[in-house]
């Protein structure tokens, strides 16, 4: 077993999404109040580019001492018209060229899935992988990786039509550099293959860009916003932050919580002191 040899988690790679303070912080206050909390990495999300303008951005994160993971994110790419889809892959161009602003780690392309009134999974899968290569040209030539994220299959139907991390594997091995995968919990805690698979990304070295971390609750109140603090729920999370790390994945632990029920509701310091706390105790 790796579990027990699991050396703890340095304090300096641990990141926040800024999706665990979403109702409570916005973009600056998010990257001054993890700072405070001696977190340098930040998971970002485009709306505070949107709210303060590239220039502000990097003096926020600069004064900060603050780094960017992720910035999230370019998608939903498929099942849309043909209308839809040149606006979704110009718009995912313009998060490339934001990405490469902040020095973000990865885009993160959300895939989005089966279009009203149709039952055409394997065709929607097809389509992604194409809007992908297409978008890979200009990510390779603004030096931004592309992440897959593999979402739990109960969101197949709408949010997204990739859904293993067998699935993201075998996207990367068909489109060639460029490309790697975002690896969160969440999402992939239940695959049998999920060890096997993790091992799989350490052969082509980079491939894991992210590791992000929460819970399983039992029960599980909302299939996307009722996640667990990590020590809440089911996952073992140290068991699988072994796999990553034995596969060659030294790079940040992203707390990541979408919880409308429970954490958004809660004073943001506390949620930044506990996630830290556990981050020492079981992540
Ligand atoms: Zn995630």
């Known amino acids: 077993m790796t579990h027990g040899t699991v050396a703890a988690l340095k304090p ?29 990495w930040i998971g970002a999300w485009r709306d505070g580019i949107d709210k303060y303008g590239i220039a502000e951005v990097k003096r926020l994160l600069a004064d900060n001492g603050m780094s960017v993971t992720s910035l999230n994110r370019a998608g939903p790419l498929v099942g849309l018209d043909r209308a839809n889809r040149q606006s979704a892959l110009d718009d995912a ?22 279009p009203p009134g149709s039952k055409d999974l394997s065709g929607v899968r097809t389509q992604y992988q194409d809007m992908l290569a ?6 390779r030539k603004a030096g931004v990786p592309l992440a897959l994220e593999p979402l739990h299959p109960m969101v197949a139907a709408d949010r997204s039509c990739m859904n293993t991390m067998t699935d993201a594997n075998d996207l990367c ?43 399983w609750l039992v029960p599980t109140r909302d299939m996307v916003f009722d996640r667990g603090m990590m020590g809440d729920g089911v996952i073992d999370l140290r068991l ?19 919880s409308s029920l429970d954490w958004w509701t809660r004073n943001p310091e ?14």
């Open 134 to 139: 297409e978008l890979l040209v200009p990510a």
């Open 173 to 215: 091995d068909a489109l060639g550099p460029g490309i790697g995968i975002l690896l969160d919990v969440y999402q992939v805690w239940w695959d049998t293959r999920l060890e096997a698979e993790i091992m799989r990304t350490g052969k082509d070295r980079g491939r894991l860009l992210g590791f992000h971390v929460s819970d």
């Open 270 to 283: 506390d949620v930044v002191k506990i996630s830290l706390e556990r981050c020492r105790t079981v992540v």
């Open 240 to 258: 699988i932050r072994g796999w990553v790390e034995a596969a060659g994945y030294d790079g940040p632990v992203e707390i990541e919580i979408f």
């Open 12 to 40: 300096e790679r641990i990141a926040i999404n800024q999706a665990t303070t979403r109702k409570q912080w916005d973009f600056r206050e998010a990257v001054e109040g993890y700072a405070r909390h001696g977190v340098h």
């Open 93 to 114: 161009r313009r998060a490339l060229d934001q990405a490469a602003e902040i020095s973000a780690g990865c885009l993160p392309v959300l895939p989005g899935s089966l």
